[in-house]
Structures are given as C-alpha cells and as structure tokens.
Nanobody
C-alpha cells in the first residue's frame, strides 16, 4: 500500500525556518516524482517544488526559489523540504504527493498528474 506521511509543520516567525518531511512507503522512490504542494486560506492549491530522486532533478515555483530546498534520502524513503526565510504568505497546508515516472527522464509539476497524496501538515508564519 502506498503511503505518504508529512511532518514538520508548525508556527514560525517571519524569517524563520522549518523542515518538512514526507515519509513514503509502498513504492520505490527512484521510480516516482515527489512533489510538495500547498494550499493557503482562500487560495488555490499551488505546486511548490518537486524532485525526481533517480537523477536529482528538481523544480521550484518562482516564489520560493532561493529560499526552499527539496531533497531526498532513498535509504530512509523520505523527501524533505527545507524552508528558510519564511514569509507570512508561505502560510498554508503543505502536502506531498507521488507520481509514477519509472525510468522516464521527466519531472512532474502538475498536481492533477499525481496519484498519491499525504494528509498535509500546517505551516503558519506569523509574528
């Protein structure tokens, strides 16, 4: 059974940092694109970042470039999202998701192409 479990959210002051974790099970990380998405209050779901651990390719939405870093630890079947210099507009529920890519050299950035989703973790940036 495929499972994704997010953790690491919380309340942080502007300028602070958090590291989100996405613990995966039931599949081989190398065969999947793993994405982080978020949905803020009154906002549509937004793709934040994704990674294809087979070759390390990554994607970031413009609003988080230079502040967020995605990484994967295949030994732990876990994908991380390090978030630095957090802003109030980063406040959202953050979800990780998995999409099968096999050996295809593709990085999936569209939410509708992801097959499996976690339950989400709340990130609140406020003073």
């Amino acid at each position: 059974e495929v499972q994704l479990v997010e953790s690491g959210g919380g309340l942080v002051q502007p300028g602070g940092s958090l590291r989100l974790s996405c613990a995966t099970s039931g599949f081989t990380l190398d065969d999947y694109s793993i994405g982080w998405f978020r949905q803020g209050p009154g906002k549509e779901r937004e793709g934040v970042s994704c990674i294809r651990s087979r070759d390390g390719s990554t994607y970031y939405v413009d609003s988080v470039k230079g502040r967020f870093t995605i990484s994967s630890d295949n030994a732990k079947n876990t994908v991380y999202l390090q978030m630095n210099s957090l802003k109030p507009e980063d406040t959202a529920v953050y979800y990780c998701a998995a999409a099968f890519t096999g050996r295809q050299p593709v990085l999936i950035t569209q939410a509708e192409e992801y097959d499996y989703w976690g339950q989400g973790t709340q990130v609140t940036v406020s003073s």
